[in-house]
């Protein structure tokens, strides 16, 4: 079967590409522009795609079954704040552009739309709080409102015939994830200071065999709903430990972060559909393959 991906050259949209690559689908990239040649482990097909609420873009659903919807416009390195000093068009690309593709999707005969929403969609909650799928969303970013009424779009639009679910996603991980740590990594490996930091996170592989779960499910188990997708809950000391220890790296780690204010999303939901993030082991797996790449610069007669 063909799937359409949006956003399938990014970081996120990547991972998604390459699984459903793995798993026999026949993958369409949907962008501004063709991915290069070999950029995928298989070969890819190509359909132009905007997020500009003006254009038609019902074209490149003729041959997609099934449509899933990762592409996001935003400054560059920024999702929170991502709208820089243009909220407006950042609205209007980021939730009218994607509630068009959503409506030609199901014109169009998809059978099936996933959207890759985010964790920002819940907003600020007491420290400690679990998050869980059915719980008052209240964004305090436009990133997590964005994301909230492109949710709420997609749900609306769902029924016989067109199955739509959202994803939930937390920070994402990988081998695959240039720049992600890069400065935290840079700063440790030179002896500047790093600050104690908690997160959540999930590796990329078990983002896209959550999508995948979503094409392969019964549709009315998944139609309509909203999933959690995260894994660990890591911090600074975590990110750095295996950095440190293969690069031979002389200067100390940052203290361990407090992980009991973390906010954590409860997973539950997808996990009853049998999905098994790869937790800890895969993290220090992928740590050690990251840490295998770095080298411990030459400190500077500056450096104290």
């Known amino acids: 079967m063909k799937v359409l991906v949006s956003g399938g050259t990014g970081l996120v949209g990547r991972y998604i590409v390459e699984e ?24 890819v097909d ?25 592409a996001f416009s935003h400054l560059d ?15 209007r690309l980021n939730l009218d552009g994607t509630v068009k593709l959503f409506e030609e999707a199901k014109r169009a005969g998809t059978r099936r739309c996933i959207f890759i929403s985010t964790r920002a969609a819940y907003g600020e909650q007491a420290p400690g709080t679990e998050l869980f799928e059915t719980m008052p969303a209240t964004p305090e970013t436009l990133y997590g409102q964005v994301k909230l009424d492109a949710e ?38 030179s002896g500047r200071p790093v600050l104690p930091r908690a997160g959540t996170e999930v590796h990329g592989r078990d983002l896209g065999r959550a999508v995948r779960l979503m094409l392969e499910t019964e549709s009315a188990r998944i139609s309509g709903e909203i ?8 911090d600074t000391r975590d990110v750095l430990a295996q950095i440190r220890h293969h690069a031979d790296c002389p200067f100390p780690l940052p203290e361990a972060a407090d992980k009991a ?27 050690r393959q990251l840490a295998e790449k770095q080298t411990v610069p030459r400190p500077s007669s500056t450096q104290v």
Not at 77 to 91: A, L
Not at 227 to 234: E, L
């Open 77 to 91: 390195g920024k999702y929170r704040g991502g709208e820089g000093n243009d909220p407006k068009t950042f609205r």
């Open 46 to 70: 190509f359909a132009p795609l905007s997020l500009d609420p003006d254009e038609d873009d019902i074209g490149a659903f003729d041959d997609a079954y099934f449509f899933v919807h990762a």
């Open 152 to 189: 709420r779009a997609l749900a609306h639009l769902s029924g016989p015939g067109f199955a739509g679910a959202s994803l939930r996603v937390t920070g994402v991980y990988g081998d695959n994830s240039p720049g992600k740590w890069d400065r935290l990594i840079d700063d440790c490996l």
């Open 261 to 287: 204010g973390l906010c954590v999303m409860n997973t539950d939901k997808i996990r009853a559909l049998g999905w098994k993030p790869g937790g800890m082991p895969l993290f220090e797996q992928t740590m």
């Open 20 to 43: 459903l690559l793995s798993a026999g689908y026949q993958v369409i990239i949907g962008g501004r522009r063709a991915p290069l040649p070999q950029a995928f482990s298989r070969p």
């Open 227 to 234: 999933f959690n997708v995260s894994d660990i809950a890591i």
